[in-house]
């Protein structure tokens, strides 16, 4: 058995083990941080310590382990540093400590990434297609290493079952699937919800090939001349890491569509471009648009070709006709629109459907349930990669303030176990569930003046306005406002509201008496932020124990795809169907 495949019964105690935990401390991660947190004053609500010594806490809390202290008299009448009494915090440390241990790497149910290939390969990495293909050179650098990082994966669990076809669910602008197909030459089918996703990747993956084959062409000729070629970094654009959500990469015109300026490049421009490699962003930009890599030779008219030269380039034209039909004809990415759900039937959807692996980047809310749900319902999947995220989008069988699932089937619980349960967490601590509390340790992430403005906003509408709930409909004034004052009178005609009950030296009292109090609110934050990951854990191994509660399901494991610091929704579920030929985990 592989060490790091653990059993049903070790996976109920963990998951015992942080619902105890989340027990006595998710209050704290469903309470609203912005429209009561000075309303309701959430700070004196929870806690018996000042914000100073949180900060100081949490600031200062060592990244090494530290061993469980022993507790004092008046410490052993405190669960996870809340009091047993007043259900209130009182011990800063000890709620730090108690969260790193119900963490996923804290729990240690978790495999590495290394650890999954080392077992999956049988002697022989995943073969690939000669293309090479660089993601850093069409991507920004959290979407190439999630997709390099998560191909190979795919890959070997592809070549693990001996299946050619990939099912790429919330396949998006299709990166992964353009990758997979050129890189690995699997046959990958992307679905998604979005037209304009599925017309956007098929034509991006269209400028890719050609952008591919220009590329082998100038290394195979380089290589032929001994040339000492630079490396992809220093050849061709580089991305710079500001985009950083999810689907942030290089788009062309929006959805991939071509703009009337990328047609207006012409041939000889983008043929000096690939021969020099001088101008690295317009080779870039060039590379992507249509039709436009194909190197030539200097045009000449038929007319002045010799005989020779004429039946030369014929050939080469019909090999070259030949050698496309063939590639095409076994590497390839097929953009679809759907959507889907666990009853979607997949034969429906893809008429020349084999045995597959079925895989999801990202795929949000019940997405990434509702794939888990087809890989056990369908004989056809061979295995499952799942990285979920949006935790927030949820939907939440047992919460009685949850969302309604459009589909009739929640996301969570996904479990028997934790259904039988009626387990929930609620919404606020499911968005609570999407910090990144790696990124938050290094000084990024929270931007705690636009949640101070706001928060000081609902006291203004509790104090002047009878409808103050509606602020909901506010939006983002503040990356708009100069001041305070400025955001406060933009909020007030957003919501169609008299501004004129209040003149500017009211609006700034409001400010000036609750900036003392802005410390509450971002330790209180930074709790939340603490308490993230065992939230996610939870969730996932909520996902993992699903899979453990399958017969037929050998091997299913949580795997560490990604640096945390790059991609925060880092985890992936990942399982394998019964095999004879199947190696031992």
Same mark, same amino acid.
């Given at each position: 058995m592989f060490s790091s495949s653990h059993s049903l019964a070790e996976i109920q105690r963990r998951i015992d083990k942080v619902k105890r935990f989340l027990s006595v401390t998710l209050s704290i991660a469903n309470a609203h941080t912005v429209e009561s947190f000075y309303t309701h004053d959430v700070w004196s609500r929870f806690m018996c310590v000042c914000p100073e010594e949180v900060l100081s806490a949490v600031s200062s809390f060592s990244e090494q382990q530290r061993e469980p202290e022993l507790k004092t008299a008046e410490q052993s009448r405190t669960t996870f540093g809340f009091c047993d009494d007043t259900k209130r915090l009182v011990d800063t440390c000890e709620l730090l400590q108690a969260a790193r241990a119900h963490s996923l790497p804290g729990l240690g149910v978790c495999m590495s990434r290394d650890e999954l290939l080392q077992a999956l390969r049988s002697n022989a990495p995943p073969a690939g297609t000669g293309a090479e293909l660089e993601t850093d050179e069409?991507?920004?650098?959290?979407?190439?290493?999630?997709?390099?990082?998560?191909?190979?994966?795919?890959?070997?669990?592809?070549?693990?079952?001996?299946?050619?076809q990939v099912i790429d669910v919330g396949s998006g602008k299709g990166y992964l699937s353009s990758f997979l197909s050129l890189q690995y030459g699997l046959r990958v089918y992307g679905i998604d919800s979005s037209s304009t996703n599925t017309h956007g990747a098929q034509e991006r993956n269209r400028k890719l090939k050609k952008f591919s084959r220009a590329y082998q062409k100038r290394n195979k000729a380089a290589r032929a001349?001994?040339?000492?070629?630079?490396?992809?970094?220093?050849?061709?654009?580089?991305?710079?890491?500001?985009?950083?959500?999810?689907?942030?990469? #290089?788009?062309?015109?929006?959805?991939?569509?071509?703009?009337?300026?990328?047609?207006?490049?012409?041939?000889?421009?983008?043929?000096?471009?690939?021969?020099?490699?001088?101008?690295?962003?317009?080779?870039? #930009?060039?590379? #992507?648009?249509?039709?436009?890599?194909?190197?030539?030779?200097?045009?000449?008219?038929?007319?002045?070709?010799?005989?020779?030269?004429?039946?030369?380039?014929?050939?080469?034209?019909?090999?070259?006709?030949?050698?496309?039909?063939?590639?095409?004809?076994?590497?390839?990415?097929?953009?679809?629109?759907?959507y889907v759900t666990a009853e979607t039937e997949l034969r429906e959807l893809i008429n020349e459907l084999e045995d597959a692996v079925m895989v999801g980047l990202h795929t949000?809310?019940?997405?990434?349930?509702?794939?888990?749900?087809?890989?056990?319902?369908?004989?056809?999947?061979?295995?499952?990669?799942?990285?979920?995220?949006?935790?927030?989008?949820?939907?939440?069988?047992?919460?009685?303030?949850?969302?309604?699932?459009?589909?009739?089937?929640?996301?969570?619980?996904?479990?028997?176990?934790?259904?039988?349960?009626?387990?929930?967490?609620?919404?606020?601590?499911?968005?609570?569930?999407c910090l990144a509390l790696e990124r938050v340790s290094l000084g990024q992430g929270i931007q705690m003046e636009s949640l101070f403005y706001r928060a000081v906003l609902h006291v203004i509408l509790r104090d002047h306005y009878s409808c103050f709930k509606s602020e909901k409909r506010v939006g983002n004034v503040y990356s708009k406002a100069k001041s305070f004052v400025d955001y406060v009178r933009r909020a007030l005609r957003k919501l169609e509201l008299d501004e004129s009950k209040l003149?500017?030296?009211?609006?700034?009292?409001?400010?000036?008496?609750?900036?003392?109090?802005?410390?509450?609110?971002?330790?209180?934050?930074? #709790?939340?932020?603490?308490?993230?990951?065992?939230?996610?854990?939870?969730?996932?191994?909520?996902?993992?124990?699903?899979?453990?509660?399958?017969?037929?399901?050998?091997?299913?494991?949580l795997v560490q795809l990604f640096d945390p610091l790059l991609s925060p929704r880092c985890y992936a579920v990942v399982g394998l169907k019964s095999y004879e030929d199947r190696i031992s985990f």
């Open positions: 069409f991507m920004n650098s959290k979407k190439s290493h999630e997709v390099q990082s998560m191909s190979e994966v795919v890959a070997c669990l592809a070549q693990h079952c001996r299946v050619k001349q001994g040339e000492v070629t630079n490396s992809p970094q220093e050849e061709l654009v580089e991305i710079k890491p500001g985009l950083d959500r999810d689907d942030d990469v #290089l788009d062309i015109d929006g959805a991939g569509t071509v703009s009337k300026e990328e047609e207006k490049v012409s041939l000889s421009d983008i043929n000096t471009a690939v021969e020099s490699y001088s101008e690295p962003e317009e080779l870039f #930009l060039s590379a #992507l648009s249509v039709d436009a890599i194909q190197p030539t030779s200097p045009r000449i008219p038929p007319s002045q070709l010799s005989t020779e030269e004429r039946e030369r380039r014929k050939r080469e034209n019909l090999e070259r006709k030949a050698q496309n039909r063939s590639t095409s004809s076994s590497v390839m990415f097929s953009p679809l629109t759907s949000c809310g019940d997405l990434a349930p509702s794939t888990l749900r087809m890989f056990v319902a369908k004989a056809e999947l061979a295995a499952v990669c799942s990285v979920g995220c949006c935790y927030h989008l949820l939907s939440e069988e047992f919460d009685p303030a949850g969302q309604e699932s459009s589909h009739g089937v929640c996301g969570f619980p996904l479990s028997q176990y934790l259904h039988d349960q009626s387990w929930f967490c609620g919404r606020n601590a499911r968005m609570s569930a003149s500017d030296s009211d609006i700034q009292d409001y400010h000036d008496t609750y900036r003392p109090r802005m410390d509450e609110m971002h330790a209180f934050n930074l #709790l939340k932020v603490t308490l993230a990951p065992c939230i996610e854990g939870l969730v996932l191994l909520d996902r993992l124990c699903y899979l453990k509660e399958q017969e037929d399901l050998p091997f299913s494991a």
